[in-house]
């Protein structure tokens, strides 16, 4: 892979959208992607859509512990090995499917794993500071929304 160039050409994007995800064989997936040549490697979580064909309603708590558990990744691997990070947000399984979590019933569930990301962690301040920005009195993000 080394000599054929394609590190020199492309970055590579390791997809896991699941709360527990491994956090140690992600860290040693990035190192044989650098010891290949790769620069840089993305990462791609998801703030709504992952967790069932059909999910109507998001768990928000699902996703936030997806991006602290990416969050330790990055923290764990080497200097400048992340590029950046991709918040998909997926509607549909595929064409045949049924639409899953509408955007604006993950609206919460955006706010929170973007400010995860931006402070690097999660606490009672960065949630009051999103139910500020939502207008929102009380964000659950270990059961449903009501």
Known sequence: LSESGVPQL????????????????????IEKYHRCGFSKVWFASAFKGATGVNQSLTLIGHHLKNHL???K?????????????ALTGWQRYD??????????VAIPSLAVCLQAL????YSEKI???VEKL???SNLETDT???
């Open 73 to 85: 990744v990055a923290s764990s691997s080497p200097a400048d090995a992340l590029e950046g990070i």
């Open 69 to 71: 558990q990416w969050l």
């Open 95 to 104: 064409h045949f499917s049924v639409l899953c979590e509408l955007l604006p």
């Open 127 to 129: 949630k009051e500071n």
């Open 144 to 146: 449903f929304m009501r």
């Open 134 to 136: 939502l207008g929102m």
């Open 10 to 29: 492309v970055q590579p994007m390791i997809w896991d959208y699941t709360a527990d995800l491994d956090v140690e064989g992600k860290v040693h997936l």
């Open 118 to 121: 931006k402070n690097g962690g």
